[in-house]
């Protein structure tokens, strides 16, 4: 069973969270060994996000080291072009999420971001020197970061994926779809999903 939690925090981006959640969940009920969560790392009982949903996580992220910590961590964006006071720059200032993206990605989790959940991932140092893509608004802040910049809508560097803007989460959750169960149920989800998949870019 390969776990997947997605880090919610206030200010997230919604699209950014659900719609990669809903990838993971359609493939687990098509047979997929994937169990996705939304999680935040204090365990508080809702989280609101950007455009005001209110939204009841599953539980806290596991630290690296305990026996149902995640394989893959996906962190969201949300925030960070408008230095909201609730998103992924204040996150990013704060550290604790960059600092515990960094942790799991040093026990061994594949970590991956959605739209600027990549600076949040750049903040923690993942992304220096490795190919990487977020929110085009956020690009040059990336590039700066000391990131190789890509043009698609997600990049695959092994045990980092990261995706451009909001709509690419579905593309960056097929992708890990077919990564960890196969292309045949990534296709199938889709097609349910009637959703046209963008270009991954494998280093």
Request: aromatic fraction near 4%; proline fraction near 5%.
């Amino acid at each position: 069973m390969v776990r997947i939690d997605i880090v919610l925090y206030e200010g997230f981006d919604e699209l950014d969270a659900i719609g990669p959640y809903e990838v993971f969940a359609t493939a687990a009920g098509y047979g997929a060994g994937i169990e996705p969560r939304l999680v935040t790392l204090d365990g508080r009982e809702v989280v609101v996000a950007s455009h005001g949903l209110r939204v009841e996580p599953d539980g806290a992220l596991p630290d690296p080291d305990d026996a149902d910590r995640p394989d893959v961590v996906v962190v969201p964006g949300g925030g960070w072009n408008d230095r909201s006071e609730a998103g992924a720059w204040s996150e990013a200032e704060k550290g604790v999420i960059p600092e515990a993206a960094a942790a799991h990605h040093a026990a061994g989790a594949t970590v991956a971001s959605v739209c600027t959940g990549g600076m949040l991932l750049a903040t923690a140092g993942l992304t220096d020197g490795r190919p990487a893509v977020t929110h085009a608004s956020a690009i040059e802040a990336l590039r700066e970061s000391g990131a190789e910049v890509v043009d698609a809508r997600v990049v695959d560097d092994g045990d980092l994926l990261t995706a451009g803007g909001v709509t690419s989460g579905p593309d960056l959750a097929l992708h890990l779809v077919e990564r960890e169960a196969g292309a045949a149920i990534a296709e199938r989800v889709a097609t349910t999903l009637e959703y046209d998949r963008g270009t991954v870019v494998r280093s």
